[in-house]
T-cell receptor
Framework: DAGITQSPRHKVTETGTPVTLRCHQT?????MYWYRQDPGHGLRLIHY???????DKGEVSDGYSVSRSKTEDFLLTLESATSSQTSVYFCAISDSAGDGYTFGSGTRLTVV | KQEVTQIPAALSVPEGENLVLNCSFTDSAIYNLQWFRQDPGKGLTSLLLIQSSQREQTSGRLNASLDKSSGRSTLYIAASQPGDSATYLCAVPRNTDKLIFGTGTRLQVFP
């Protein structure tokens, strides 16, 4: 989607290595979110941010950390990747609960 | 706890049919309801956003209605086309910390 980009689009990494995924927005939206999508589980919230340096955990936050040093960037780090973290990761942004959400195109991560 | 359910789970129809996809939610205290489509291997594309004060929204061949009191929303697709084949998701926000997604309807429109 215009205004939100994720990088990389695809990544293969080895078990135990750290991995960082990046979400960049040009909409100046306050809220940013990281979701993972897995067959049979739908979309699950990992972490979210409600402002620079303000973050909170979602429902599946174990093994993940996030940082938001600038309004436009929200980083998701897998501290030590495991095979269970093989998934498609989506970033989303919103300006308020009433404005709706915009999703990025996703990052397909494979941990071998 | 808000729960969002979509019926049917899957739908296969010939091209040209008018379709209705259903979304039900258990807590009527919602800010809005958003419909998305997801193509295989792709991200989510926002189709329509209905605010809690609205009854319906239209975009091209798509029309979404919202009845908060009964906890239901419908997505109407007119004159379906093969390009409409995708998974359709409805979602409602829980304050600002989470979107609660429905279970999805997988639609296939064949020529």
């Amino acid at each position: 989607d215009a205004g939100i980009t994720q990088s990389p689009r695809h990544k293969v990494t080895e078990t135990g290595t750290p991995v960082t995924l990046r979400c960049h927005q040009t909409e100046n939206h306050r809220y940013m979110y990281w979701y993972r999508q897995d067959p049979g589980h739908g979309l699950r919230l990992i972490h979210y941010s409600y402002g620079v340096k303000d973050t909170d955990k979602g429902e599946v936050s174990d093994g993940y950390s996030v940082s938001r040093s600038k309004t436009e960037d929200f980083l998701l780090t897998l501290e030590s990747a495991t095979s269970s973290q093989t998934s498609v990761y989506f970033c989303a942004i919103s300006d308020s609960a009433g404005d709706g959400y915009t999703f990025g195109s996703g990052t397909r991560l494979t941990v071998v | 706890k808000q729960e969002v359910t979509q019926i049917p789970a899957a739908l296969s129809v010939p091209e040209g049919e008018n379709l209705v996809l259903n979304c039900s939610f258990t807590d009527s205290a919602i800010y809005n309801l958003q419909w998305f489509r997801q193509d295989p291997g792709k991200g989510l594309t926002s189709l329509l956003l209905i605010q809690s004060s609205q009854r319906e929204q239209t975009s091209g061949r798509l029309n979404a209605s919202l009845d908060k009191s009964s906890g239901r929303s419908t997505l109407y697709i007119a004159a379906s086309q093969p390009g409409d084949s995708a998974t359709y998701l409805c979602a409602v926000p829980r304050n600002t910390d989470k979107l609660i997604f429905g279970t999805g309807t997988r639609l296939q429109v064949f020529p």
